[in-house]
């Protein structure tokens, strides 16, 4: 429809930190453990189950990743996919230069009459 290709024509990538690049790298070379856990199932809450139908949380999470496979959204749990780099030196100069130019400040080493 209209809203989804106006959004997919002005949307930007989310980024990510350095700190989550390392935590995805950490979770993808340890080995998964696929265990039950000992806490009692959650209930969905009232409202949820009126309006949708859905009655365990297990439901809720399959309807959502179906939802996401239909419209090409990442599965849930993948985190981010771009991430913004550290600033580098060579960076830093360029924006301080531009940002001289844009004030018509003179260099600092430079001679003038």
Not at 47 to 75: K, W
Not at 84 to 109: L, S
């Amino acid at each position: 429809d209209a809203f989804t290709t106006v959004d997919k024509l002005v949307s930007k990538p989310v980024l990510g930190s350095d700190g989550a690049a390392s935590w995805q790298e950490f979770r993808k070379e340890t080995k998964e453990c696929n265990r039950e856990s000992v806490a009692p199932a959650l209930q969905v809450k009232r409202a949820d189950r009126l309006g949708t139908g859905l009655t365990t949380l297990a439901d809720e999470r399959a309807n959502e990743t179906r939802i996401r496979q239909e419209s090409g959204e990442a599965a849930l749990g993948s985190g981010y996919t771009t991430f913004k780099r550290k600033n580098e030196g060579e960076e830093a100069r360029e924006r301080k230069r531009k940002k001289r130019i844009e004030k018509k400040m003179r260099p600092e080493k430079k001679t003038y009459f």
